[in-house]
């Protein structure tokens, strides 16, 4: 490592990347601890403005061979993306390691296999940040560790039908951004019949905001709009295919980011608790898994948000074939299902939001099951989960890691359980 001075009179030093953090900084070790350089890679010698343990990259002196030149415009500005610079092959063993990490750092050494990628097409779902600027209406994301708004024309990453999201969501701001209101979120999902939109941020709206937001809606050829999950206007069931199933979600409601994802996920769950004839699927949502799962089981799918459950019940009736499908709408981090309740089930699936399923976690644990597959976006979660259910007897058989956010420092994984 030396220092010199950069070219505004900043002091500067070269340092050697050693690895990727977790963020998909590059980490070098600087004579007060690690230092944090965005934008840069292992085994790279970099030119960059310290400051703390962040480092602002200057110049890259030796570029590793796993660099590639970024297609983005806004990249390096805009937060969404941390590693368009790095090479898709390299950039799925990166992801494989947070997870191999995530799991070490529990004790646990479980068969971890590749990462897939799930990128397809693109993300179908995509969330804008609106903001009323000098120069009118703002659509966008947000700039590294900032609430700065970068404000873009189109997201790359995201399916064709995504490319007018940012236009749409200025449009629909700029009915409801008044010089007081506070900022929006606009969830945008491409469904088979179009776009659909759910707005956050904003209280309820009066009549004639309302009436502007429908007229706005047909204008712009949406689908669907709703404001808090609340229906504005459907002008065409937002539909999407879960296995043979069709399933219009609730307004707002979660999906998986890509549908390629959905289907890899769907396939190892599949995998994992075969040859079960009665699955119990606990944080089911709308019925990703459930559906599928369905094709040759009986399944109970729970979960605590009941129009997603609804909208698996229509889906699941309109679909000819299929095993029996009950639901239980029951908040599983308060109320988990207890080891008699679980004992009626062959195998059980469990996919919770980030933050795990500990109180699930520990009553599965105690249950009979042979069989129990786990999905997670969270690997220091799933860790955390796997251990209660490891400690109690059961073999982590394999895990496998799932790309579905391309250059992003997220990863999806489904590990499979026996006893």
Known sequence: ?????????????????????????????GVRGPVYVAG???????????????????????????RVEPYCPYYGRCGGC????????????????LLVQALRERGLDAPVEPCLDAHGAGRRRVILHVRRAETGIEAGFMEPRSHRLVAIERCPVTVPALARAPLVARRLGAILLTAKAKPLDAQVTASDAGLDVDLRGHGPASAPVRLALVEAAEALD?????????????????TLAMGRARITPPPGG???????????????????????????????????FALRLAEGAAVHAVDGHEAGLGALTR?????PGLKPVTTETRDLFRRPLLPAELERFDAALFDPP???AEAQARELARSGLRRIVGVSCNAASFARDAAIL????????????????????????????RR
Request: one cysteine or more.
């Open 82 to 97: 941390a590693v368009q610079h790095l090479a898709i092959a390299p950039s799925l063993e990166w992801k494989r390691g």
């Open 354 to 356: 980030r933050a795990g």
């Open 390 to 417: 490891i400690g109690a007897g059961y073999a982590l058989e394999r895990v496998t890691p799932v790309d579905q956010f391309r250059h992003a420092a997220h990863v999806e994984l489904v590990g499979v359980f």
């Open 315 to 319: 889906a699941a009736r309109a679909t």
């Open 40 to 66: 840069a890679l292992p085994g790279e010698t970099v030119l960059a403005e310290v400051q703390g343990e962040r480092g602002r990259l200057l110049a890259v002196e030796e570029p590793s061979q796993d």
């Open 254 to 288: 979660f999906l998986q980011a890509t549908a390629a994802g959905e289907a890899a996920l769907a396939r190892l769950v599949g995998e994992g608790a075969a040859p079960a004839r009665r699955v119990v699927d606990l944080f089911a949502g709308c019925g990703p």
């Open 1 to 29: 490592m030396a220092e010199r001075q950069d070219t505004d009179g900043q002091p500067s030093e070269r340092l050697l990347i050693e690895r990727l953090g977790q963020r998909g900084d590059g980490v070098a070790s």
């Open 222 to 238: 949406l689908a669907r709009l709703s404001l808090h999950g609340d229906l504005i206007v459907e002008r065409r069931g937002p």
